[in-house]
């Protein structure tokens, strides 16, 4: 398929969705309290990750996408919400689960280096039947299904064949 073939496409994302927030800064100094760096923050700037990445990469590339992934009802879910629909996502999609937060990766860095990553990731069971009647709802208008697996909880729910089942009417 070449990009030309692929303008126009509903192309139907599947996966594990994260917010990345990046903290750039300086070190100058130690802190007194312990004998770790001190970064004066200079920037931060949010990139969403996993699936909602390739969902935007489809957007910016001319495709239609329909993003299916869970996120928690907390403000780093709104947040990533809102960047991927800035992006040109479809977001009717998402499951927004109370009981789970939405996974975030917070990375700082100073002159080019990454000190230190820190994972927010209160990883929560999916309710199947959710993810399939979302699914159902979706999947025949797709032209094209992408998965993409992080291997946090979207694709452990669902199998393969689920999809397949939903989409071609197939059955194992």
Do not use: W
Request: glycine content about 6%; some cysteine; overall charge neutral.
């Amino acid at each position: 398929m070449d990009l030309d073939s692929f303008v126009g496409k509903r192309i139907l994302v599947i996966g594990d969705v994260m917010l990345d927030k990046y903290i750039v800064g300086t070190v100058n100094r130690i802190s007194p309290e312990a004998p770790v760096q001190v970064v004066d923050v200079k920037s931060e700037k949010y990139i969403p990750r996993g699936a909602a990445n390739v969902a935007s990469n489809v957007a910016s590339l001319g495709g239609i996408p329909v993003l299916v992934s869970m996120i928690g009802d907390d403000v780093i879910g709104k947040h990533l919400s809102s960047e991927i629909k800035d992006n040109g996502v479809t977001i009717d999609g998402l499951i927004i689960d109370k009981n789970c937060a939405t996974i975030q990766k917070v990375r700082i860095i100073a002159h080019q280096q990454q000190l230190v990553r820190i994972d927010y990731e209160q990883l929560s069971k999916i309710d199947v039947k959710v993810l399939i009647d979302k699914l159902s709802n979706i999947i025949v208008q797709a032209d094209i299904i992408l998965v993409s697996d992080a291997k946090n909880y979207i694709i452990q729910a669902i199998e393969a064949k689920s999809l397949l089942n939903a989409r071609c009417g197939i059955t194992y």
